[in-house]
C-alpha cells in the first residue's frame, strides 16, 4: 500500500468522526470504518510465523485477533505486519495511524 496523501488521510479521519464528541468517540468511529471495510480472513507474518486475522476488535485501542491453529492473539492493529499487497481497505488503517499522531 502506497502512502496516501495528508489531506486524503484527513478527510478519511474527518469522515469516520464526523458526529464524534471527545478522543473515545472518535476511536469509536475510526474502529467502525477499519471493521466494516477491512477485508477479513487475511494472513500475515508476526515474528516470521504465519497468522490468520480473522476479525478486528475495539478494546483499549483497536486491535487485530490473530489466529494461528488453536491459538488466538490480540495484536494492536497498528503493530500488525500487513502483507504485500495488503488487504482491501487497510487505507482505514492508514487514516488511524494518522489520527493517532494528529
Do not use: N
Amino acid at each position: 500500500m502506497g502512502s496516501l496523501p495528508r489531506a486524503e488521510l484527513q478527510a478519511m479521519v474527518a469522515e469516520a468522526t464526523v458526529d464524534a464528541y471527545g478522543d473515545d468517540e472518535q476511536l469509536t468511529g475510526l474502529y467502525t470504518m477499519i471493521d466494516e471495510h477491512l477485508a477479513v480472513p487475511f494472513t500475515t507474518q508476526v515474528l516470521g510465523v504465519e497468522v490468520t486475522v480473522r476479525k478486528v476488535d475495539l478494546r483499549d485501542d483497536i486491535v487485530a485477533i490473530c489466529h494461528r491453529g488453536r491459538e488466538r492473539q490480540a495484536i494492536g492493529i497498528l503493530e500488525l505486519p500487513l502483507p504485500d499487497p495488503p488487504p482491501e481497505g487497510a487505507e482505514w488503517i492508514a487514516a488511524y495511524r494518522h489520527w493517532t499522531k494528529g
